[in-house]
């Protein structure tokens, strides 16, 4: 099972929108609605952002959204602020009964 | 408060054996399916593997590249996790984490709780 493909980073000033891509094929992402994104900060573990495509975690913000299209799911942050600089990551289900994560997206908070 | 504490990290040679353990709090351990997560030093999450609550038999999924050396257990009465590790090789080394399956599902995709990580390094 192939990684899914995120951008290896992007970049936002504070109060921008941005946008994580996360591709991946009709057998995981196109297949299931069982995308999540978590956050990852240095050094630390990581923390769950959306789950089953667009659904936030009681306590994370609501400028944080996921959606997705055909093979594609999406991570949008809004209103960025410079504690949302991070790692992020996108998961799916696989047709293979198991978990394939992306590569991860470095986001810089200009 | 939820807790999952990861430990049995260390170094060891290739073809070693490795047992880690993750000891959870704040939760009903029984009802939720665990995973094992690893990360390499400067590289991406990977999934490991994961197994159900014992309401779905306790069965196991795996990835690819750890499937038929690494067995995940649980025991329900000690709240803990394990990852079984055989037969580990240089590509092996990273950071294990283990993580709690959100809602009771008869699989997790998404964890709501993680532990802080126990690193592993297989070197000769």
């Known amino acids: 099972q192939s990684a899914l493909t995120q951008p290896a980073s992007v970049s936002g000033s504070p109060g921008q929108s941005i946008t994580i891509s996360c591709t991946g094929t009709s057998s995981d992402v196109g297949g299931y609605n069982y995308v999540s994104w978590y956050q990852q900060n240095p050094g630390k573990a990581p923390k769950l952002m959306i789950y089953d495509v667009s659904y936030r975690p009681s306590g994370v913000s609501d400028r944080f959204s996921g959606s997705k299209s055909g093979n594609t799911a999406s991570l949008t942050i809004s209103g960025l602020q410079t504690e949302d600089e991070a790692d992020y990551y996108c998961?799916?289900?696989?047709?293979?009964?198991?978990?394939?994560f992306g590569g991860g997206t470095k986001l810089t908070v200009l | 408060e939820v807790q999952l504490v990861e430990s049995g990290g260390g170094l060891v040679q290739p073809g070693w054996s490795l047992r880690l353990s993750c000891r959870a709090s704040?939760?009903?351990?029984?009802?939720?399916?665990m995973a094992w997560v690893r990360q390499a030093a400067g590289k991406g999450l990977e999934w490991v593997g994961f197994i159900r609550r014992n309401a779905y038999g306790g069965t196991t999924e795996y990835a690819a590249s750890v499937k038929g050396r690494f067995t995940i257990s649980r025991d329900d009465s000690k709240r803990i996790a394990y990852l079984q590790m055989n037969s580990l090789q240089t590509e092996d080394t990273a950071v294990y984490y283990c993580a709690k399956g959100r809602g009771n599902s008869w699989f997790s995709d998404a964890f709501d709780f993680w532990g802080q990580g126990t690193m592993v390094a297989v070197s000769s």
């Open positions: 704040g939760f009903t351990f029984g009802d939720h399916g």
């Open positions: 998961t799916s289900y696989t047709s293979g009964i198991t978990l394939v």
